[in-house]
């Protein structure tokens, strides 16, 4: 933000995906939807699907996207398929740490659904996605999607409302489909995270790393718990 003269917000931001892209492009449109950082519009697909079951990723994690590299010899690839692996995956923003459920295994659906079945670099097609684009940034100056709370119209009169230390706010979507006059905690600070678990910023510690004494601490708790794990597997052996 600090290289940009006039840096959107997320209802001014629209992202399109037909779902069907994995690895870095499912992991940005997943964590964009999860911090409601954009508004995002699902393209391609059935045409009779409802929005709904649209998501808007299926696979955020790093994978080899073609088995038949690593075994030239398996069984698919004699029947001409290929085959994708999953090698390392990917979590919610949870800064508890106690996720269990990597973000392939949940749904996250589109904001909006667009009548365009097709991308190509053509002026046509290019046309039409600015056209629909635009409309949807004008819809949002009023409208929402009542199922993403996540997505905030941001607003710095609700600074003072919240009154969280390092946070911003904004409007949150009604259940009516318009922005309501609820304030919410929208964003942190720089160098802080937002913990929308527990509605707070907390500080980041790639930017604020522990303490000494915290360092300390955490070293002795581990060495204690290693300790009573080892004493805990000699007593089931004796």
């Known amino acids: 933000m600090g290289l940009m003269k006039n840096p959107r917000k997320p209802t001014e931001i629209v992202v399109c995906t037909d779902s069907y892209c ?89 904001d909006e659904r667009v009548n365009i079945y097709q991308f190509d670099q053509t002026e046509k097609v290019i046309k039409e996605f600015e056209e629909e684009t635009k409309k949807i940034v004008e819809k949002y100056q009023t409208k929402c999607n009542p199922n993403n709370k996540r997505l905030v119209k941001r607003d710095e009169k609700c600074d003072k409302e919240i009154n969280i230390e390092h946070g911003h706010g904004g409007y949150e979507c009604g259940d009516n489909g318009e922005w309501s006059t609820k304030c919410v905690l ?51 052996i004796i």
């Open 186 to 236: 929208s964003y942190c600070d720089s160098g802080y995270k937002f913990d929308y678990n527990n509605n707070k910023c907390i500080e980041d510690v790639c930017v604020y790393p522990p303490t000494e004494s915290e360092s300390d601490n955490g070293t002795l708790n581990m060495t204690v718990n290693l300790v009573m794990i080892i004493i805990g597997i000699i007593t089931l």
């Open 22 to 110: 994995y690895s870095a492009c499912s992991w940005v449109t997943k964590v964009l939807k999860e911090c409601g950082c954009a508004i995002l519009v699902g393209f391609d697909g059935d045409s009779y699907g409802k929005d709904d079951e649209f998501e808007v990723g299926l696979s955020p994690s790093n994978n080899i996207p073609n088995i038949n590299n690593i075994d030239e010899d398996n069984i698919l690839k004699q029947y001409g398929y290929n085959l994708g692996l999953t090698v390392i995956e990917t979590y919610r923003f949870n800064y508890e740490y106690d996720e269990s459920i990597p973000r392939e295994f949940l749904t996250d659906m589109i």
